[in-house]
């Protein structure tokens, strides 16, 4: 959650429009209102202030999901009320989350039998996963070198530095260092060579990601399992490998079902997936499933007697809605196999149609590539009169959120835009940005005309085109510069 700071000046009020019609009084903006207000007022007055929020289906930035059927609606709705630690009490909505588990585990061949089954867990999203997984390796890995009469100390995890965010945090939470193999121009993605090179006696795992949020590519998980396997027979040690498939989890499977990034090499032992990317789900629920029980040591699982039963469990948190977890459930038995692959199938043919469309207009460098998660990343050919950031922020007046980012280190001098292709994102909105993309270059390209004939400036910088627009358009310009140009760019969802 975004950490909010308490306002000095308190006394701010909120003022409502429409809302006078039920109350005439203004309400505090930082501090409870001293008496109750008409529900349709409470109503009024949080609608008008929520209509300046974008609209989440033209918000091409983010790849949660935007939209549901009406019957996994009413099913959401009507489960809004169960908390899904009550086991006990909701026998059949953990009934659903076993079932659910159990359909990843095979999606991700898993080894299902009475002596090595998978087992995993439901969470609030994958960063939670994440946050479990990397717990389970760091006390394997303590509990082998306490075993051995090693040292502990100065654990680490390697993977690149294209990693989400939720992995820097992971480190500096639970005090592990994050060794990341940096990019390089016109390769985005961790090099498994250079990773196995990092791996040293206090490495807990490999992290490797399968859908990049910053191009969509595929991290080569075989061959990094296969240096991987022959180093460790080299030096004896056991480092081992989580797949990070919060975004491609629920698209390889059904669009490159040959591709072996999951149990079937014998090194990947945990895998995290978001149900609510391409899981088809509204936010949040995520899951991690590890390859057997041994891989998650029973010290971290918790057994708790309470409302009624035994309850095992593996949490960072304890309450926590059950309509996500029945959401999930919902589509996969509506979608099924084909389904899935339906749907992911046509995400990648409309990945495919903005491509072409922005090939066509002669602009653009495509950053990501054909197969992997379906978006599109793509950066100018020539900045030198404007940049993406320019197109970003102009796009917005169309209603698109289409982010603007620099890639991570060492790669940080490229910018791109990127475009996530969700199953809501259809052909003729694919048409449809393609054309308020061609129009926003054609505006900011007369915008510089304007700016050299005007005789203020001469050359062709992005100074020049900021000074042919209106001056609140510069300030956000400018502003959005020096915030990116300072951002870690690992942050990107």
Known sequence: ????????????????????????????????????????????IISDELMLDGNPRLNLASFVTTWMEPECDKLIMSSLNKNYVDMDEYPVTTELQN??????????????GEDDAAVGVGTVGS????????????RKWQAKRKSQGKSCENPNIVTGSNVQVCWEKFAR??????????????????????????VDENTICVATI????????????????????????????????HVDAASGGFVAPFLYPNLEWDFRLPLVKSINVSGHKYGLVYPGVGWVVWRTKDDLPDELVFHINYLGSDQPTFTLNFSKGSSQIIAQYYQFI????EGYKDIMTNCHENTMVLKEGLEKTGKFNIISKDSGVPLLAFSLKDSSKYTVFNISESLRRFGWIVPAYTMPPDAQHISVLRVVIREDFSHSLADRLIADIVKVVHELEGARFTANTSGAHDGGTVEHVEHGLRPME???AKYLRRFVHGKKTSSVC
């Open 474 to 476: 510069r300030g956000i």
């Open 127 to 138: 960063s939670e996963a994440i946050m479990l997984a990397g717990l389970a390796f760091k």
């Open 210 to 241: 399968l859908g990049s949020t910053m191009n969509g590519e595929f991290e080569d998980v075989k061959l990094l399992n296969d240096l991987l396997v022959k180093k460790n027979e080299e030096t004896g040690w056991e480092t081992s490998i």
């Open 99 to 112: 079932r659910c588990v159990n359909m990843i585990a095979h999606l991700f061949h898993a080894p299902i």
């Open 1 to 44: 959650m975004v950490i909010s700071t308490t306002i000095a000046d308190s006394d701010q009020n909120l003022h409502s429009t429409f809302a006078s019609r039920y109350v005439r009084t203004s309400l505090p903006r930082f501090k409870m209102a001293d008496q109750s207000i008409p529900k349709d007022a409470a109503y009024q």
């Open 334 to 337: 509506r979608l099924g196999f």
């Open 173 to 198: 939470y639970f005090e592990v260092e994050l060794k990341e193999v940096k990019l390089k121009e016109g390769y985005y993605v961790m090099d498994p060579a250079k990773a196995v090179e990092m």
